[in-house]
């Protein structure tokens, strides 16, 4: 009989979408006739612009003509691609990046997972507490943890508290650490880094020779522009931090798939010999083993995304997203509830009634308002006392839900 990797046995009983998934089948199967709002998966709800469908098409139509078909792709992805990314997301801030550090890929929780894998299994983790599950769960398949504790954290990884006490933004740990997740715009608190964080984290980075992943999968709705929209804006960034993008948010791709990840040059770890190895080869060794590339009509598609009128498309879907999240604030707000997040962010992080848990204010919701939100627990023990709410949402939906929450807990 086959051996298994015993790690997976460690991970806690069920992903946190799956459990919420349960629930509300089991609510539905009682209640058939109910009218579900679902805001708890961040899943878009918008179509994709004309202009990128129609790259997208021709694209297509290319692979129906022997003169213009594509097989198989560089796996860093097509140079039109990488270099439409360099110019709009990168050059265009003053942030210097180069095509060939850009590795086009099926998305950033993709990205955010394999990336582990180039790292020593005895790397020492750091995550934010909440966090995207995500990269605590790849880490533990991995092996760099023991079996999850009671409250589901587990031994081997250093938490990070994000409490309303910082701002849901974590300070960096005392203790020394190989790698840390970073994720802003957050998922879930919503919470935004300044520019101030950003250079306190990468001073640490250099002082502690860490190396910081740093997931800007939002970065397009940040509404405020004193605060950075890569960690490569700041000096010195590119010598100790990895940065992931995504198309899914940005322009809708969640059933397209397409994200990329910047590995710079100068990024450097260790051997067993203390010798300086990039990080760079080594992602690339590891793409061009187990990754053929994402296909060519959605990098057709993608990099319509950044053209003038692509991007007049995305903005409009952004725009359309972010006034969900004001509504859903202020809704909230006059609910009579503590609402972070939701202003460079499309989530709501909403703190419970005094006295109510997590998952006691999702069932109370999804049996009362109807409504589908995601229990803060599910992302950590400083969630724990907080909701998260999506704002990808058709809007009159949205309206609806907030309506409904409201007079759930105000009567």
């Not at 009218?35 to 139509?61: E, K, N, Q």
């Not at 790292?119 to 999850?148: C, E, I, K, L, Q």
Request: some cysteine.
């Amino acid at each position: 009989m086959a051996r298994i990797n015993d790690h997976y046995l460690k991970l806690a009983g069920g992903y946190l979408f799956p459990e919420i998934g349960r629930r509300v089948r089991a609510f539905q199967e009682r209640n058939p006739k109910a009218d579900l709002i679902r805001l708890g998966i961040g899943d878009v709800v918008l179509p994709i612009g004309p202009s990128i469908r129609a790259a997208m098409h021709r694209a297509i139509d290319e692979l129906g003509a022997e003169e213009t078909f594509h097989g198989y792709g560089p796996e860093q992805g097509y140079d039109f691609l990488r270099e439409a990314i360099v110019q709009h997301d990168f050059k265009a801030r003053g942030v210097a990046v180069a095509p060939d550090e850009v590795f086009v890929s099926d998305g950033s929780k993709c990205d955010s997972g394999n990336i582990q894998e180039i790292f020593s299994s005895a790397a020492h983790v750091a995550v934010p507490d909440p966090v995207y599950p995500v990269y605590v769960d790849t880490n533990v398949m991995a092996g760099r943890t023991g079996p999850a504790a009671e409250d589901g954290s587990y031994p081997g990884i250093t938490y990070l508290p994000c409490t309303e006490h910082n701002h849901f933004r974590p300070a960096p740990p005392e203790q020394p650490v190989d790698l840390v997740y970073l994720c802003f715009p957050n998922n879930p608190t919503g919470a935004a880094a300044t520019r101030a964080d950003l250079e306190r984290w990468v001073a640490w980075a250099k002082q502690a020779d860490a190396v910081l992943l740093y997931d800007a999968a939002y970065e397009r709705y940040i509404r405020d522009p004193a605060l950075p929209h890569s960690i490569y804006e700041i000096p010195g960034a590119r010598e100790v931090a990895l940065e992931f993008r995504s198309y899914s948010k940005l322009a809708g791709f969640t059933g397209l798939r397409c994200g990329y990840v910047v590995v710079p040059k100068d990024v450097v770890g260790k051997d067993a010999k203390g010798n300086a190895v990039g990080l760079h080869r080594l992602w690339l060794r590891r793409q061009s083993t187990k990754f053929n590339g994402a296909s060519y009509p959605i990098q057709v598609g993608a990099a319509a995304c950044h053209a003038p009128e692509g991007a007049r498309e995305v903005a409009a879907s952004i725009d359309y997203y972010m006034e969900n999240a004001r509504l859903i604030r202020a809704g909230m707000t006059a609910a009579g509830l503590r609402v972070f997040g939701a202003e460079n962010a499309p989530y709501a992080w909403i703190a419970t009634p005094d006295g109510v848990g997590s998952w006691g204010l999702f069932d109370r919701l999804l049996h009362e308002a109807h409504v589908v939100c995601t229990p803060g627990a599910g992302f950590g023990a400083c969630g724990e006392g907080y909701l998260r709410l999506s704002a990808f949402g058709k809007r009159d939906r949205i309206e609806e839900a907030i309506a409904r929450v409201k007079k759930t807990l105000t009567g």
